[in-house]
């Protein structure tokens, strides 16, 4: 049975940083593409980034380049997203999702996988 379980969300104030897990289970970790997307109350899934199965190529949503991280460590079967400069936009659950693709897929629509999500506030 495949799992993700996402970790480390909490309440930041704006301009802090925080640092969300992905910790997968159940697949073969290094032949599957990780996102991360986040949803706010009353909006679409959002695509954050995205990293490749050997995490040589990355992705990410134009709100969050320059500012957030995607990393894995495929010994660990898990996937990072460091958060910096946070701004109250940013407040949404995040989940991370999994593709067995080498394709950085940005829509929701072509992952298998989906973690419960984790809660991130950024606060004014």
């Known amino acids: 049975q495949v799992r993700l379980v996402e970790s480390g969300g909490g309440l930041v104030q704006a301009g802090g940083s925080l640092r969300l897990s992905c910790a997968a289970s159940g697949l073969s970790f290094s032949q599957y593409g990780i996102t991360w997307f986040r949803q706010a109350p009353g909006n679409e899934r959002e695509f954050v980034g995205a990293?490749?199965?050997?995490?040589?190529?990355?992705e990410y949503g134009d709100s969050v380049r320059g500012r957030f991280t995607v990393s894995r460590d495929n010994a660990r079967n898990t996937v990072h997203l460091q958060m910096n400069s946070l701004k109250p936009d940013d407040t949404a659950v995040y989940y991370c999702a999994a593709v067995r693709s080498p394709i950085l897929y940005t829509s929701p629509a072509q992952y298998d996988y989906w973690g419960q999500g984790t809660q991130v506030t950024v606060s004014s």
């Open positions: 990293i490749s199965w050997s995490g040589g190529s990355t």
